[in-house]
């Protein structure tokens, strides 16, 4: 018997297994994934549906299309969790929706629907990491950006399943790695056709800034989303961008124990951190304005999170300033 915890890589997936053809990519019901026989199937379930996808983009599909890019990133989570032990119903369902989209690009089904299901019943998180993903669709720059656009929005869905399962703490890895996706995939989008004849208008950089609980200085600050803030402005440089304006948003999370006004006081002193934290950057102060929200627009419901510290940690998306630059060529 092996052990229960895999170490697995997609690369250790290349077993002399089966004849390599086309099957349903079922997986071994949850209590038959105790013995050896039961992992390999599924191994060779796995390496048959790579092969699938691998012959796709041998056929002409290029590997930054979307339905191709999603296919792949299906793939990937669900070959994650199962190798993480996962028992539920999500390793299944996700490698469903991996065979769903590579039957419709076998068949040659046009156009492909976009849609992403939030499949096991994975709460949807970070309304605004969806809505910024969700922008990019139909614009001119989703042919540059598609692949990080369809991982994104896959990665939403993993982190809502973890969240489901073991709440905020082992989902937020997840949403942070989202977070990055977003951020390329804005990217990707912005500098599309770069050196072509028509020059790219004007466009959007955004980064939030996170703060601890009732906290508003820089100190304050959740590294990682600072880190967020300074890749946008290594971005401004390396792309020579014009920074035309910056808007600060600021907000707070819905925990009201001083009221409505204490945290509208405490939303425009988080915008007004950030404001002095840019300048220091070099950005003019003329170029920055800010609002403040308090706790009226939450992106992290964190219903049913009952421990007061895991709330804290649940809602912290909601304690951040939005910091959005309106950036041209």
């Given at each position: 018997m092996i052990q229960h915890t895999l170490a697995f890589s997609m690369a250790a997936l290349s077993f002399a297994l089966g004849t390599g053809f086309a099957h349903a990519a079922s997986l071994a019901p949850q209590r038959e994934r105790i013995s050896d026989e039961?992992?390999?199937?599924?191994?060779?379930?796995y390496q048959a549906t790579q092969d699938r996808i691998q012959a796709l983009n041998d056929g002409g599909r290029p590997v930054r299309d979307y339905a191709l890019s999603k296919a792949q990133c299906w793939l990937d989570v669900s070959f994650h969790e199962y190798t993480r032990n996962d028992r539920s119903d999500f390793p299944q369902a996700a490698l469903d929706e991996s065979e769903r989209?590579?039957?419709?690009?076998?068949?040659?089904?046009?156009?492909?629907?976009?849609?992403?299901?939030?499949?096991?019943?994975?709460?949807?998180?970070r309304e605004d990491l969806w809505k910024r993903l969700g922008a990019i669709h139909g614009t001119?720059?989703?042919?540059?950006?598609?692949?990080?656009?369809?991982?994104?929005?896959?990665?939403?869905?993993?982190?809502?399943?973890?969240?489901?399962?073991?709440?905020?703490?082992?989902?937020?890895?997840?949403?942070?790695?989202?977070?990055d996706t977003v951020a390329d995939a804005e990217a990707l989008a912005r500098t599309c056709g770069n050196g072509r004849s028509t020059p790219a208008g004007p466009s959007s950089l955004t980064a939030n800034v996170l703060f601890e609980f009732d906290r508003r200085g820089l100190a304050d600050v959740r590294e990682h989303s600072l880190g967020t803030l300074d890749r946008a402005l290594a971005r401004v440089r390396e792309e020579h961008l014009t920074i035309a304006a910056v808007r600060l948003i600021g907000h707070a999370?819905?925990?009201?124990?001083?009221?409505?006004?204490?945290?509208?006081?405490?939303?425009?002193?988080?915008?007004?951190?950030?404001k002095a934290y840019l300048v220091g950057q070099g950005i003019d102060a003329a170029l920055v304005s800010y609002e403040y929200r308090g706790d009226t627009e939450q992106v992290q419901s964190c219903e049913g999170v009952r421990d007061r510290a895991a709330l804290h940690e649940c809602l912290l998306p909601n304690r951040r300033v939005e910091v959005k630059f309106e950036v041209a060529e």
């Open positions: 039961a992992i390999y199937r599924d191994h060779s379930t989209l590579i039957v419709a690009m076998e068949q040659g089904v046009s156009p492909i629907p976009t849609d992403t299901p939030l499949v096991n019943g994975a709460a949807r998180l001119p720059g989703f042919v540059c950006a598609q692949q990080a656009v369809a991982c994104g929005e896959v990665e939403l869905v993993h982190a809502g399943n973890e969240f489901n399962q073991q709440q905020w703490r082992h989902a937020k890895p997840y949403i942070q790695i989202a977070e999370d819905r925990m009201q124990g001083r009221g409505f006004d204490y945290n509208q006081a405490l939303s425009r002193d988080r915008a007004e951190t950030v």
